[in-house]
């Protein structure tokens, strides 16, 4: 496993040496843009958008567009000068409960651990007092030149961190069409039913039992057509229940979700002699 970032975390007066390591990986299979008569890959060159030339990696400097065609020029080493030794560190500001945090503001998870030796000690103490607390650490971090919020909890036998958005960074849900118009009373018996349908959905959350089909079916499809194989013609799906109002489709839903029960098997009676 690659280490993407090295430095240490600040507990109080303590610096325990860390190492992060990416938690998740995207297994998103990516396809190539192709030329159709060649079948060979396009490539793609930067230009400049003014004078139309071939621009060489040397030749390209960063900026910020302050006004619509203005742009300031920010050097490399001016960017390093807005950072010190403490960027380094992974500075605890406090503790909350999981609970407090809304999902909405998690962005990447990391694992974290440990740099070296002599901070095992302070890191298994440290994972810990977080573990018995049943609280997480809200702390700050800088990656790749950005700050972030981010949250520390114990995981399993060692610590996750996980990089969280500021609430500026957050858009409003009232911003969403349609929101405003939203009925804050609903019919009682639609929500009985609605309820029901919840409880007979309701299970253990376990992992394991979810996959994602769509990308099963792609490395499938790939894998057949590289070995010459017939691609399936698609089947047509399955006619949906035609629905006139939304209560109709509420019980149809319960009935349709609601556990089968299970057959008794019949026992044979040992014949007596």
Known sequence: MRTMWKGSIQFGLVYIPIKLYTATENKDIRLRMLHKDCMAPINYTRTCSKCGQAIENDAIV??????????????????SSLQDETDKHVEIINFVKLSEIDPIYYEKSYFIGPDSGNGLHAFSLLRQAINDSDKIAIANIIIRSKQHLAAIRSFEKGMLLETLYYPDEVRSIKEVPGIGDLTTENEPKEMTIANQLIEQLTTAFKPDRYKDDYRLKMEKLIEDKVAGMPVEKKKGRTAQPNVVDLLSALEASVKE????????TATRRKKTV
């Open 257 to 264: 979700t609601k556990p089968k029960p299970r057959r008794k």
């Open 62 to 79: 960063k900026g910020y567009e302050y006004a619509p065609g203005q742009f300031v020029p920010i050097s490399e080493e001016e960017l």
